[in-house]
């Protein structure tokens, strides 16, 4: 049997459809490297018509490293580190802004494996940019003037207390993460630890502030990193089917899920692979 896996590039920057595996199957070694050295090059991969179970899901993700559990989403069944995100007219999204997953903590997440489960009968594409090409794309006096700059990224941007009040126990789980996750700090620039590129490391849904400017210098060079981050050129978008699957590499992208579906129902189901410290190497 053909060990080939094939991977057909969506863009010049980031985004790549995987063919030829079965992920229910398990994937033998030499297709996880495949998948591993495509990720690291195309920063986010998709694969159609991929069925597998929250375990499978979990299985599949621990080939790529220890795995985050969530402090607020609820999990599925039995498999605690498989989030699941159902949004409906009782339950909006939340992750509909530009952002890097859980960059609250000081090891924010290399990588997720998200799987469709239930989709709306239209809508709910999901985008992803690529902070490699963004960073790329800036003249050198102004990526000279980003080195060695620090931002703040907080867990309570994303998640203010307003949307946790629904019970008393939800807004217990909310005052435990804020106190488990204070806001830190982050390089703006970030190396990637295998392919040594460099990336924008700030996002709209938790980055707050740039340490060591003043408010009004910080405010007006986030306003115009989010802007530029996010311009069509650097991104791929994806239209959904059932039982796809998309993996990307956390520490380079962001995304967005568009929340033009409602009052339909959409579930996924969402896997987040622990990453290493940032840091930024000149």
């Known amino acids: 049997m053909s060990e080939k896996v094939n991977i057909l590039p969506l863009g010049p920057y980031i985004g790549a459809q995987v063919t030829g595996v079965t992920l229910s199957r398990g994937l033998t070694d030499n297709q996880f490297e495949q998948i591993y050295h495509a990720l690291i090059r195309h920063q986010v991969l998709f694969l159609r018509d991929q069925p597998i179970t929250p375990a499978q899901q979990r299985t599949l993700a621990q080939r790529f490293g220890d795995l985050h559990i969530h402090p607020v989403y609820p999990h599925a069944q039995g498999v605690e580190e498989i989030i699941v995100l159902d949004t409906h007219n ?3 999204p939340d992750n509909d802004n530009w952002h890097t997953d859980v960059t609250f903590i000081e090891t924010p997440p290399a ?3 998200l799987a469709a489960k239930q989709l709306p009968e239209f809508g709910g594409d999901t985008l992803w940019t690529s902070g490699i090409a963004a960073f790329e794309a800036l003249s050198e006096p102004f990526k000279r003037l980003l080195s060695g700059l620090k931002a703040e990224h907080d867990f309570r941007k994303s998640f203010p207390e307003y949307k946790h ?3 008393e126990e ?9 106190v488990k996750n204070p806001p830190l700090l982050h390089p703006v620039i970030r190396t990637h630890p295998v392919s040594g590129k460099q990336a924008l490391f700030v996002n709209e849904g938790f980055t707050t502030r740039i340490v060591d400017l003043s408010q009004k210098e910080s405010d007006a060079l986030l306003s115009f990193l989010f802007a530029h981050i996010t311009k069509p050129e650097f991104q791929v978008r994806w239209r959904w089917q059932e039982n796809d699957i ?5 520490r380079v992208t962001q995304h967005y899920a568009n929340a033009d579906y409602l009052p339909a129902r959409r579930i996924m189901h969402r896997a987040t692979i622990l990453g290493d410290k940032p840091f930024w190497r000149g």
Do not use: K, M, Y
């Open 90 to 92: 009782d339950n909006p």
């Open 111 to 113: 990588g997720a494996i």
């Open 165 to 167: 009040l629904d019970s």
């Open 170 to 178: 939800e807004h217990q789980r909310w005052r435990e993460a804020v």
């Open 246 to 250: 998309a993996i990307w590499d956390n």
